[in-house]
């Protein structure tokens, strides 16, 4: 029987969930990730993962790994909260749940909140010998047999069955495939960083008593840290401060985790090495790109954490509650980083073939329903589901591609338009 060989441009969540879920069903799987190492850019800090993200996981990852992800994630109250700059609630709702699952089945699931990096070592676990860094894809080309072979820049080429575009908003694979489509920029900056609850996790949490007072002073600094907080912080997994349409905005997300990663880890069955971390709260401030205190984005990226704490304070008004201020105050600089804000528009559908795309590679929307690394998860789970079902019975692995597209476009697409609306009415999106 023919072992289906599939390559993945991108080690982010949503190629690396794949590769777990097409690893477990006897396909040959190779990522190639254009970073040289897997810390080579700031990966960011919270993700929020909701029905979609957490039954993908569960379907792809094996058994162990998916406990562990759980085991380091925060469970805060699974509310989305919506606050005037004066922190009178203006919308306050349970996190969205999935509109269907993908196989028919039906599980409870709850709202976590992850450390983007911690999941992202977690699903790095196993696959050493899956993942080639500094390979950057310059190019794909269909052959006469089906197959598809991908060349980088550093002069490698390789060929496979099938090529998955997992290489984010700006990927190449896309450029090639669908050059009509459209990414937009959705109008909005961030600059994004954490508050930290606690000194950083020391990674003293061994087997044996030492480990065990470890944790506990770590979480007698993080709840002594969180009660110098205005508790509404914690009331829900998000909170947006807003000054309205048009105007700056504040998020803040909530980490505390159930058991500190660099605990977590070397005690799990089998042991994971992950990197230690606090408790925190991730936050952020967005304003429209021509709002007149903002400056352009290329200035925006040559700011340090100093800068970017400081033109923060400008965007938040002095008529803003003394909370926010007192909260923004207490951004970690070192954390700080800008983001430009970036959209996919609808696109028609196309012929598939040996080449198909996942997450912001196809998709990309704004953060304000927390969905987009839940789609991105999604997908990953919905294009192992038909891939496999193909491989099993003998049918060309085109007709799985057909049927991951055709359901894909459905759900992604009406997730991206419903962040669009919900971003032009709560933040001032385009």
Not at 3 to 20: D, E, K, Y
Request: charged letters at 20%; aromatic letters at 6%; proline letters at 9%.
């Amino acid at each position: 029987m023919h072992q289906h060989r599939v390559i993945i441009a991108g080690a982010g969540l949503g190629g690396l969930t794949l590769a777990h879920g097409l690893r477990a069903r006897g396909f040959d799987v190779a990522v190639y990730e254009r970073d040289h190492h897997p810390d080579a850019r700031p990966q960011g800090y919270r993700v929020q993962l909701d029905e979609p993200g957490l039954a993908g996981l569960e379907r792809c990852l094996p058994e162990h790994l998916f406990r562990l992800g759980l085991a380091t994630a925060a469970s805060p109250p699974a509310r989305v909260s919506v606050r005037d700059r004066h922190l009178g609630t203006l919308a306050d709702r349970p996190t969205a749940p999935d509109p269907g699952p993908t196989d028919g089945t039906a599980r409870p699931y709850r709202s976590y909140a992850f450390n983007r990096p911690t999941l992202r070592q977690i699903l790095l676990s196993g696959l050493a010998d899956t993942v080639r860094y500094g390979a950057e894809l310059l190019s794909w080309e269909k052959e006469q047999d089906g197959t598809v072979t991908v060349r980088f820049a550093d002069g490698r080429s390789a060929s496979a069955d099938l090529l998955v575009g997992a290489d984010g908003v700006g990927s190449a694979v896309r450029r090639q495939l669908l050059p009509h489509a459209r990414v937009e920029d959705a109008g909005l900056r961030l600059i994004y960083g954490r508050i930290p609850l606690d000194a950083p996790e020391t990674g003293v949490g061994d087997a044996g008593e030492a480990g065990e007072v470890g944790e506990a002073e770590t979480g007698a600094a993080a709840a002594g840290a969180a009660a110098a907080l205005p508790p509404w912080v914690f009331d829900s997994i998000f909170t947006v401060v807003t000054g309205g349409p048009g105007s700056p905005h504040v998020g803040f997300g909530p980490v505390r985790f159930t058991r500190p990663p660099g605990a977590a880890g070397p005690a799990h069955t089998p042991p994971v090495p992950l990197t230690p971390v606090g408790d925190y709260v991730a936050c952020l401030v967005g304003a429209p790109a021509d709002h007149p205190a903002m400056p352009s984005f290329e200035a925006l990226r040559g700011l340090d954490g100093p800068a970017l704490r400081e033109l923060a304070g400008r965007l938040v008004g002095d008529d803003w509650h003394p909370d926010v201020h007192r909260l923004l105050d207490r951004w970690e600089t070192g954390s700080l980083f800008p983001l430009r804000i970036s959209t996919a528009s609808p696109v028609p559908s196309w012929e598939p073939g040996p080449v198909t795309l996942l997450g912001d590679a196809i998709h990309a929307m704004s953060p304000v329903l927390a969905m987009g690394a839940n789609t991105a998860i999604r997908d990953a789970a919905e294009l192992t589901r038909t891939l496999a079902g193909a491989a099993a019975s003998g049918t060309p692995l085109v007709d799985g591609v057909r049927a991951y597209e055709l359901r894909m476009r459905e759900y992604a697409f009406s997730v991206v338009a419903a962040s669009r609306r919900t971003g032009r009415q709560r933040v001032g999106q385009r």
